[in-house]
Nanobody, 124 residues
Framework: QVQLVESGGGLVQAGDSLRLSCTAS????????MGWFRQAPGKEREFVGF????????AYADSVKGRFTISRDNAKNTVYLQMNSLRSEDMAVYYC?????????????????WGQGTQVTVSS
């Protein structure tokens, strides 16, 4: 049974930093590219960031570029989302997703597995 489990969400103040983690039970985790998405209340899920299966390339939504950084630790089967300079508009449930052998961000429907999400709340 494949599981992706997000953690690290919580309540922070605007301007603060937070690091989210996503740990996967995937066999051969290093073969999967990983993406981060978020969904705010009343809004559609949106792309946040991506890291290729090799870890050699990343991509970010314009709204988070320069503030968020995605990385991975294959020894721990974990992908991270470092979130700096958080704003109220970053408040959402954050999801991680896995896609086999991707080097570029696939569409939302192109991911093989999804986690259940972790809540990030930003106060101001």
């Amino acid at each position: 049974q494949v599981q992706l489990v997000e953690s690290g969400g919580g309540l922070v103040q605007a301007g603060d930093s937070l690091r989210l983690s996503c740990t996967a039970s995937l066999r051969a985790f290093s073969r999967y590219a990983m993406g981060w998405f978020r969904q705010a209340p009343g809004k559609e899920r949106e792309f946040v960031g991506f890291i290729s299966y090799s870890g050699s390339s990343t991509a970010y939504a314009d709204s988070v570029k320069g503030r968020f950084t995605i990385s991975r630790d294959n020894a721990k089967n974990t992908v991270y989302l470092q979130m700096n300079s958080l704003r109220s508009e970053d408040m959402a449930v954050y999801y991680c997703a896995a896609r086999l052998f991707a080097t570029q961000p696939p569409p939302e429907g192109g991911y093989n597995y999804w986690g259940q999400g972790t809540q990030v709340t930003v106060s101001s």
